[in-house]
């Protein structure tokens, strides 16, 4: 059986297309069943719509700061699709530690940058400020700790001289395309569990490859 997943965006939904795409494979462990947006104008809507995806809107602006009624809404969403495992995609809003626990090592989120490197906004401008030659994309599960739970799957890419924050970022965005969806497959798959604050992974040794930046030749 599948994995039953919800996508929870608040904007144009990149990873959540490449997600959707991966999982149409049929070797795929993991169904997308719902697109849930925070945000009505949130563009990945009618992206996921386009895919056959069910789309759900639940407004956070007018609960304000009543993040507890807010969440009370979305669980009813979730466990009306029967969803079991949960994929951030951009969603801006923060939740309470208590729904953070409900769903704590079945729900995951992507970031740019190498955590713990960089957690939070402006994570590529950051990095430069930081002058790093190598930074990335990681995949993690969400704790009550902004970007701070742990560390499912990385991808890293060479920064070079003249990057921006924004020639970073999209870069940057290619690497979360590969990583997420392959994430989503380790964890709805049953090769992914956490010990403690780590993740291990099962069948999955990585590539073995070296990235040096910059190159000396």
Request: hydrophobic letters at 45%.
């Amino acid at each position: 059986m599948k994995r039953r997943v919800a996508i929870l965006i608040s904007g144009r939904g990149s990873n959540m297309a490449a997600l959707i795409e991966a999982a149409r494979a049929k070797d795929f462990p993991a169904e997308i069943v719902v697109v849930i947006s925070n945000r009505a104008d949130a563009g990945g809507l009618e992206r996921a719509k386009a895919g056959g995806i069910a789309a759900v809107t639940i407004e956070s602006k007018p609960f304000g700061k009543d993040r507890a009624a807010f969440e009370a809404v979305l669980q009813a969403a979730l466990d009306k699709y029967r969803v079991e495992l949960i994929c951030l995609g951009g969603f801006m809003r923060l939740f309470t530690a208590g729904f953070v626990q409900h769903w704590y090592g079945r729900m995951l989120n992507i970031h740019p940058s190498l955590l713990p490197s960089f957690p939070g906004l402006d994570p590529q401008g950051q990095a430069l400020r930081a002058g790093v030659r190598i930074s990335g994309a990681t995949v993690h599960f969400v704790t009550a700790e902004t970007d701070a739970g742990p560390i499912l799957m990385q991808g890293a890419i060479a920064v070079v001289e003249d990057d921006t924050p924004e020639t970073l970022a999209e870069r940057i965005l290619g690497i979360e395309h590969r990583i997420y969806p392959d994430a989503l497959r380790l964890l709805a798959g049953g090769r992914a569990r956490l010990e403690g604050d780590i993740c291990k992974t099962e069948g999955s040794a990585g590539t073995g490859g070296v990235l040096i930046s910059p190159a000396a030749s």
